[in-house]
Structure formats: C-alpha cells, structure tokens
T-cell receptor, first 115, second 118 residues
Framework: DGGITQSPKYLFRKEGQNVTLSCEQN?????MYWYRQDPGQGLRLIYY???????QKGDIAEGYSVSREKKESFPLTVTSAQKNPTAFYLC??????????????FGPGTRLTVL | AQKITQTQPGMFVQEKEAVTLDCTYD???????LFWYKQPSSGEMIFLIY??????QNATEGRYSLNFQKARKSANLVISASQLGDSAMYFC???????????????FGKGTHLIIQP
C-alpha cells in the first residue's frame, strides 16, 4: 500500500535537546511538506521541498531544520532554538506541476512533548 | 488578516441531518484552489473535496458537496445525511497561485469540531 509513514508516533524531549522526526513516502511524489498543529488551531507550514536537495522555508521555520537527500524522505529536526516545540507535527506529500490543485496526502503525525 | 476563516468552532448535529460548515477566504489572486480536510481524533488528515476558482460547477464527492460562492469568497462544505462517523474536525484550506509567496503549501483555517449525535 502506498502512503506516508511518520515515526515515532509520540516523542518526548527534554529542554535543550534536538530531536528528529522521520517522514517517509512511497507515493513517488516530488513535493513534501511539514506542518505544525497546536491545540484548537489549524495547520501551519514549517518547511517544504519540491525536489531532492532543495527546500524552502514556510511561515514558521525558525527553530527547525530539514534535509531532502532522497525523494522518499524528508526528516524534520526540532532544534533547541525552537522556543515552544510541544505540538502535533504532520508530514505531507503531493504531485507538483498541477497548478493550484495541490491535494496533499498526510501521514499519521508525531506528537512531540517537551518535558 | 486571516486568509481562511471558519466561524463555527463547534457544531452539534443530529444523525441523518444535513450539515453546512462555513468557510470564507481572502485572496487577491484570480487563480486559487480550495480544499476541505477531515481530521478524526486519531489525527490524520483526510482529503474530502476540492474546488478550483475557475470551476463553474460546485464540486461534489459522494455525500460531500462544496457550495462555492465566488463573489462572496465563500466555500462552504455540505455533508448530506450525516453519520456518526462524520464526527471530527473539519478544515478548510487554500492554495493561491501567486500570493502564497511562492510557498507550495496550503493555508488552513482553524477548523470546526463537528459532533454527530444519535
């Protein structure tokens, strides 16, 4: 079955630690995205990548970093510079080149809690 | 200013009734796309329906339809014959061709929590 996997499902971090959230897709999609969701809020875009070895900042990139070394993988690192990292993180992917039709397929999410 | 506004934080609806979830948007682009996603308590986002700004017909997908009123910048989701399994968060989102600052992501509203009562 094609889809997007995220691991781990739950992650606990101590203050001052960097953590990396995994996102893998086997849909052969060129574009991948990371969103953050806070309680009672919609999703906000952190980073996105339309092609391997290239990525762009979204609306709330400060304190986060990403890499795109393979088409299938788009890991997100939450650094110690992110002041309020406790949130639900969702990874998504989509086909590019379809104009504004940008149906994104989402993974199951990772819930990060800072202790 | 918010680009996507969902004015109903929560709704209670009787099973089998039709439901309308409101969404208004703000853009200066002529070309844009509007999306609705469902998020059950498990957290995954499920794509429901899409409407392009140049589409003349309202989009429909099974029990879901989109009431698109371009002049009013409104894109309400209508769920016919609601079921208990429809209980979830519902998000309206937009993709702008130019005003998104080059970002390829979606801009989401804050969502509506829909609860279907038996």
């Amino acid at each position: 079955d094609g889809g997007i996997t995220q691991s781990p499902k739950y992650l606990f971090r101590k203050e001052g630690q960097n953590v990396t959230l995994s996102c893998e897709q086997n849909l052969n999609h060129d574009a991948m995205y990371w969103y953050r969701q806070d309680p009672g809020q919609g999703l906000r875009l952190i980073y996105y990548s339309q092609i391997v070895n290239d990525f762009q900042k979204g609306d709330i990139a400060e304190g986060y970093s990403v890499s795109r070394e393979k088409k299938e993988s788009f890991p997100l690192t939450v650094t110690s510079a992110q002041k309020n990292p406790t949130a639900f993180y969702l990874c998504a992917s989509s086909i590019v080149g379809r104009g504004v039709y940008n149906e994104q397929f989402f993974g199951p999410g990772t819930r990060l809690t800072v202790l | 200013a918010q680009k996507i506004t969902q004015t109903q934080p929560g709704m209670f609806v009787q099973e089998k009734e039709a439901v309308t979830l409101d969404c208004t948007y703000d853009t200066s682009d002529q070309s844009y796309g509007l999306f609705w996603y469902k998020q059950p308590s498990s957290g995954e986002m499920i794509f429901l329906i899409y409407q392009g700004s140049y589409d003349e017909q309202n989009a429909t997908e099974g029990r879901y339809s989109l009431n698109f009123q371009k002049a009013r910048k409104s894109a309400n989701l209508v769920i016919s014959a609601s079921q208990l399994g429809d209980s979830a968060m519902y998000f309206c989102a937009m993709r702008e061709e130019y005003s998104g600052g080059g970002a390829d992501g979606l801009t989401f509203g804050k969502g509506t929590h829909l609860i279907i009562q038996p």
